[in-house]
């Protein structure tokens, strides 16, 4: 079977401007992925990885965030501390979600109020889990910190729970638990650690 030559101008719209798969393509030209793959190597474009390729399935619209560096000074200072809180307070080891947990409420809106103002975040993607101690209840703490943070309910995982014991001071800091604010985005993972001071 004869194939109709497919032009680089045509794989560079489809393959990497609209984000198309290979599948997508040749469904598109009547053709079998195959031969998608040798005009793709043909014409030196290359090909996604498989992570990559999954990013692109799992956000089709495109990243659901964007990024922009701060304009005043004003910023500057809230820029500046939220990266210092996931410097310090952030799990970076995680590779697939930016998270951050603290027991201090002011602590996690300065770090939620730093994602939505530099990175476009829609707060209602933002999920949180509580970690509790066996003595500390359960609804209370969740209604302290959706009170205190304007969240839902929704979005809280299953919390964490914790056999009480003696942990002197540290019990009556976490009267309501420590909460981790979760996003899952890889991009915006592996940004957030590129601007973080060497």
């Not at 302290?144 to 809280?156: A, N, R, S, V």
């Amino acid at each position: 079977m004869q194939y109709k030559k497919i032009s680089s101008q045509e794989l560079e719209y489809f393959y990497i401007k609209k984000q198309e798969s290979a599948q997508k393509i040749a469904r598109r030209f009547d053709c079998s992925v195959n031969k998608i793959n040798y005009w793709l190597a043909n014409y030196g474009i290359l090909k996604r990885t498989i992570s990559e390729a999954i990013y692109i399935k799992h956000n089709p619209e495109g990243d659901p965030f964007k990024f922009r560096m701060p304009k005043t000074i004003e910023e500057a200072k809230l820029f500046g501390m939220g990266l210092g809180l996931y410097w310090g307070e952030g799990n970076k080891a995680n590779k697939n979600t930016v998270r951050l947990g603290n027991s201090d409420p002011e602590l996690i809106k300065i770090f939620i109020n730093f994602l939505i103002k530099f990175f476009s975040i829609n707060k209602r993607d933002l999920k949180f889990r509580l970690h509790l101690f066996t003595d500390i209840d359960i609804k209370e703490a969740h209604n302290y910190w959706i009170k205190k943070l304007k969240i839902k309910e929704g979005q809280f995982y299953k919390p964490v729970i914790s056999q009480s014991g003696s942990i002197g001071t540290y019990k009556k800091k976490s009267k309501y638990g420590v909460l981790t604010v979760y996003y899952g985005n890889i991009k915006l993972k592996n940004l957030l650690v590129k601007l973080l001071p060497m």
